[in-house]
T-cell receptor, first 115, second 113 residues
Framework: DTEVTQTPKHLVMGMTNKKSLKCEQHMGHRAMYWYKQKAKKPPELMFVYSYEKLSINESVPSRFSPECPNSSLLNLHLHALQPEDSALYLC??????????????FGAGTRLSVL | DAKTTQPTSMDCAEGRAANLPCNHSTISGNEYVYWYRQIHSQGPQYIIHGLKNNETNEMASLIITEDRKSSTLILPHATLRDTAVYYCIVRVHFGTNAGKSTFGDGTTLTVKP
């Protein structure tokens, strides 16, 4: 089973709202990732967690706040977003970050619209 | 970070081999080449990866040139279900940035009956 589950599938929020995206995997993976994908563009890495610690932050604005409460769960907290933040947000996980453990499995994504 | 360059689109006849090229001339020694595909804005699906040797699995073959500056993904017998956007990616495999991926812009492969 290589399933990464993301909820919700769709989210519409206003610029003053606070919302959260959730990602879950039960494959025993210890690395988890958030990507952002705009229409007709490739995914762009936002954050990498390894063993529940933030390892990479790709200079993402502070209105995006990641959290990894345990090895199976990854959240992305959203606050005061802008319309240009509308995109497909993808979560991925891998056994680890290094060498042969780095095959990343992706969820289906959350399609976010900011009004 | 290494960049990858891919053709924007390609067509392939059903049942024929699809050969998708990728240029990654600035790849470094700690980066592997990965290929993923994405169908209808679903999450990307892993296909294959390699460092410097040719690789084959049940989905595809990956040919990497000896200088590692380019690679080719081969789908041996394309079907209509292989129609997708194919991404060539270089991924850091060790060091501080392990796990960091740089995606190419992708090749839209259309398999025609």
């Amino acid at each position: 089973d290589t399933e990464v589950t993301q909820t919700p599938k769709h989210l519409v929020m206003g610029m003053t709202n606070k919302k959260s995206l959730k990602c879950e995997q039960h494959m025993g993976h210890r690395a988890m990732y958030w990507y952002k994908q705009k229409a007709k563009k490739p995914p762009e890495l936002m954050f990498v967690y390894s063993y529940e610690k933030l390892s990479i932050n790709e200079s993402v604005p502070s209105r995006f706040s990641p959290e990894c409460p345990n090895s199976s769960l990854l959240n992305l907290h959203l606050h005061a977003l802008q319309p240009e933040d509308s995109a497909l947000y993808l979560c991925a996980s891998s056994l680890g970050r290094v060498l042969a453990k780095n095959i990343q499995y992706f969820g289906a994504g959350t399609r976010l619209s900011v009004l | 970070d290494a960049k990858t360059t891919q053709p924007t689109s390609m067509d392939c006849a059903e049942g024929r081999a699809a050969n998708l090229p990728c240029n990654h001339s600035t790849i470094s020694g700690n980066e592997y080449v990965y290929w993923y595909r994405q169908i209808h804005s679903q999450g990307p699906q892993y296909i294959i990866h390699g460092l410097k040797n040719n690789e084959t699995n049940e989905m595809a073959s990956l040919i990497i040139t000896e200088d590692r500056k380019s690679s080719t993904l081969i789908l041996p017998h394309a079907t209509l279900r292989d129609t997708a956007v194919y991404y060539c990616i270089v991924r850091v495999h060790f060091g501080t940035n392990a796990g960091k991926s740089t995606f190419g812009d992708g090749t839209t492969l259309t398999v025609k009956p």
